[in-house]
């Protein structure tokens, strides 16, 4: 069973970048669908990007479009969250997990699984 961890959160300014990496251990990633979610305080989770490196695809969703930038380095068996641009509204507990069921690009909580723990994004104003 894959086991998932998030790091590269923190605090900063608006307009600022970070990037997010989830490294994947125990499985080989390369051939399946790997997302990111978000929750902030008091809201549900939500999908931010997805991406299917077999078949060469990726899906944002629309508000963080062309701020963001999902990738996966096979070699690392890593995914990656480039976030730039970040705005307040982008702060929340950013988590990875693997899709176990369903569209890759539907973003669908109930349809991934293999949480990691989550690292945590902060953008003051």
């Known amino acids: 069973q894959v086991q998932l961890a998030e790091s590269g959160g923190g605090s900063v300014q608006a307009g600022g970048s970070l990037r997010l990496s989830c490294g994947a251990s125990g499985y080989n990633i390369s051939g399946s669908c790997m997302a990111w979610f978000r929750q902030a305080p008091g809201k549900e989770r939500e999908g931010v990007a997805s991406?299917?490196?077999?078949?060469?695809?990726?899906s944002l969703v629309d508000s963080v479009k062309g701020r963001f930038t999902i990738s996966q380095d096979n070699a690392q068996n890593t995914v990656y969250l480039q976030m730039n641009d970040l705005k307040p509204e982008d702060t929340g507990m950013y988590y990875c997990a693997m899709l176990q069921r369903g569209n890759c690009f539907f973003l669908r909580v109930t349809e991934f699984g293999d949480w990691g723990q989550g690292t945590q994004v902060t953008v003051s104003s």
């Open positions: 991406i299917h490196n077999l078949f060469g695809q990726t």
